[in-house]
């Protein structure tokens, strides 16, 4: 018996990975974060399929605790990849505790959809070349040491910010020193679901933005240079022809 923690992508059920939608086919019981996932991307488990939003971390421990005296794989199903925000560690401390196997199959994250569904490079030569993915502290744990917006900021990388859609004000009030006022921003909400929908301002207009197309919940915060149009960028010296590589060497002439 094992546990399968699956990604199942930001919410396009043609995102999840060909490995993940084999084991939701083949684990008797699956358990699925129903507020973030759609059902379709479980349609296909053959057995007992639940939804896990309405339940503590004790019952959904509970029902894997039984299905492994029944000897039945478990299937649990989280939104995008399980490694980011993915509320894994503390299911996975408590099988450990109780010797209970468990695999974590990835999934593709929602920044990465979004940048797909942008048509963005996010590390783009010479411009940007570092991706922070990040949020901020509102009613959930709060920020560690040194992880601060006004510390990660100083980077001056793209920021993928998670979770902070509500904290518009703050972002804005810490980052514009740091970004300028007029620092592209990007809103991606609810990445790969029929509604999804991008808002493109910058860090002075942003805000306004979330709030007049009633945003509150279930986005995605991109800030940096890396995100505006534009074309004066030079060419990546990995397929440069007078860049040798050990695939490319250098030819004599």
Known sequence: ???????????????????GLRLIKSC???????????????????????????????????????AHKRGEDVARVHSGDPSLYGAIAEQVRRLQALDIPYEI??????????????GREL???????????????MKSSSMPEGEDLEILGKSGATLAIHLSVRNLRDIERKLIPLYGADCPAIIAYRVGWPD????????????????????????????????AEQDEFRDSALYDGAHPHILRPKRSA
């Open 105 to 118: 199959t990835p999934g593709v994250p929602a920044y990465a959809a979004a940048a797909a569904k942008l």
């Open 28 to 66: 008797a019981l699956c358990l699925y974060a129903g507020s973030l996932v759609p059902e379709a991307v479980v349609a296909e488990a053959p057995g007992t399929v639940t939804d896990t939003a309405p339940m503590t971390l004790d019952q959904i421990m509970d029902e894997i605790i039984a």
């Open 1 to 19: 018996m094992t546990v399968h923690f699956i990604g199942a992508g930001p919410g396009d059920p043609e995102l999840i990975t060909v490995r």
């Open 196 to 227: 999804e929908e991008f808002l493109h301002g910058t860090l002075s207009t942003i805000r306004e933005m979330a709030r007049a197309s009633k945003i509150t919940r279930t986005a995605l915060i991109f800030v940096g240079k890396a995100l």
């Open 123 to 137: 590390t783009v030569p010479e411009i940007n070349q570092t991706v922070i993915l990040t949020r901020t502290a």
